[in-house]
C-alpha cells in the first residue's frame, strides 16, 4: 500500500479555478469580435492584407496587455483609496514586481514577485474595536474602481468613431476591468490565493476572522519596520481551534504562529502544528508551499530520511516552488537540499547564489535574516557529517 505522507492532500478538481480561466477566454472572445470588425473593415476598403492582418492581430495583443497593466493599477488604487477612506494607512503598493513600501517614515522602491498575484496594496489597519474594523470597503475597493473606471472608459468610447484605434482601446479597457471587478468581487478560491470577495465572505461568516485578518495586516507592517515575528507578543498567536482552520482567513494566524516557532528553533512543535493545518487547513496552494518547505528543512536538519523527502517533494511542490522561486524560501530550500540530501557542493553554491540576488532587493531584511540563520544550522550539520566515499 502507497504511504501518504502527513500533511499532504490529494489534488482535488477546482471548479472555482475554472471559473476564473472562463473570465479569461470571454476577455478573449469579446476582443476576437473588435478584432473582426477592423478586419471587416479592411475588406470593405479593399485594403485586406496579410501585413494589414498581422498588424490587427499585434496590434490587439498590445492593446490586451496594456489594458491589464492598467487596469492592476487602478485594482490596487482602489484598495489605497478606499483604505485610506476607512482609517488605514499606507504600508506598501507592489504593481508586479516594483514595490514601494514605506520604510522609516520614506517611500522606497523594492522588488517583491509573488506568484498569482499581478500587485498588492498592503495597509497598517486601524486599532481594534470590540474586535472589529471596518474591511468591506478596503477589501472590495479594488474590484469597485474597476467597475467604475470601465464605466468611464465605455462612455469615452462613444466620443469615437466605433471601428477606430481609440474607441477599440477604450473598449479594451472596459471589458478587461468589467472582468477584473467579478474575478475579484465574487468569492473565488484559487491555487495560489483567495480573492476579496472570498476574503470579505470569510471575514462575515466568521467574526472572529476579523481579528485574524487584522493581525496578519499588523505583523506585515511590524516585519516592514524592522520587527521579527519571535519579539511579538505572544499572546497574538493563540492556538487556532480545528474548526477555525478551515477558515480560509483564520488560518493565516496559525501560519504566522508557525513561522514564530521556526525562528524560535521550536522545530518539533512547528512541525506538528504544520502537518495539522495542512491536513485540515483552508490554505492555499502558495500557503501549502512554504509550509511544505519549512517541513522539509525540519526534516533534513533532523532524521533526514530519504523516503520522507521524498513524499514531501512531490510534483505539485516542484511546481509550485518553481512559480514561487522569487522568494527567498524557495532557494534556502534548495541550499539546504543540496547540502544535506545531495552532498553537492555546486549545486549548494549556485543555490547561494539566487538566494543572494534575491536578498539585494527584498523589501523585508528580518525575513533574510532568519532565513540566513537557517542556512547557518545547515551548513553546521553538513559540516559535522562525516564524508562519505
Known sequence: MEKKPAGQKKSKFNFQQLIAVLFYVLIGAVCGMFAVQHIDMLF??????????????AGLIIFIYLAIVIQIVIHESGHLVFGLLTGYSFSSFRIFSFMWLKE??????????LAGTGGQCLMVPPDLKDRKIPFVLYNLGGSMMNLIASLVFLLLSFLFPAVSVFATFLKILTVVGFAFALMNAVPLRLNMTDNDGRNVLSMLRDPEAVRAFWLQMKVNELLSRGKRISELP????TPVSDEGLQNSIRVVPAILNCNRL?????????????VRILDIGAISGAHRCLMTCDRIFIELIGPNRPDELALLLTPEQKKYMKAMKALPVIPRTEYVLALLRDRDSEKARKAMESFDKIAAKYPYPVDIESERALMTMAEEKAAAQPVTE
Open 44 to 57: 470593405e476598403k479593399n485594403e485586406f492584407t496579410l501585413p494589414g492582418l498581422l498588424l490587427v492581430y
Open 104 to 113: 522609516d517614515g520614506k517611500i522606497r522602491l523594492r522588488r517583491l514577485s
Open 234 to 237: 505572544e499572546e497574538w498567536f
Open 262 to 274: 521556526m525562528e524560535l528553533r521550536q522545530f518539533e512543535e512547528a512541525d506538528r502544528e504544520m
